[in-house]
């Protein structure tokens, strides 16, 4: 079983920028897909950004192309989203994902959750 860890929510002003942290509890044998979901009150949990095993492949969902950035860190299966131009409407619970090959927007891609962390965004 894989824990995975997030870190680097907070409150930030519109306009501001976030740095959201992920790493697993244990080390694993191989690289996997890493994927970064949120969930706001009321609504249901939506792909954010995604990066395949070996991080060729990149996806972001739409909303979120030219202002958040997902990358590895050199810790393996670690993985940052790097969040810029932060709007109110992305307020929401941050979750990290772990799956296996693509890192895409399919959540039946995703094995393994973390219990996400809170990102709040003023006007």
């Known amino acids: 079983q894989v824990q995975l860890v997030e870190s680097g929510g907070g409150l930030v002003q519109a306009g501001g920028s976030l740095r959201l942290s992920c790493a697993p509890s244990?080390?694993?044998?191989?690289?996997?897909?890493m994927g970064w979901f949120r969930q706001a009150p009321g609504k249901e949990r939506e792909f954010v950004a995604g990066i395949s095993w070996n991080g060729r492949n990149i996806y972001y969902t739409d909303s979120v192309k030219g202002r958040f950035t997902i990358s590895r860190g050199n810790a393996q299966n670690s993985v940052y989203l790097q969040m810029n131009s932060l709007k109110t409407e992305d307020t929401a619970v941050y979750l990290c994902a772990q799956g296996l090959f693509y890192g895409d927007g399919r959540e039946q891609e995703y094995n393994y959750w973390g219990q996400g962390t809170q990102v709040t965004v003023s006007s």
């Open positions: 244990r080390r694993t044998f191989r690289n996997y897909a």
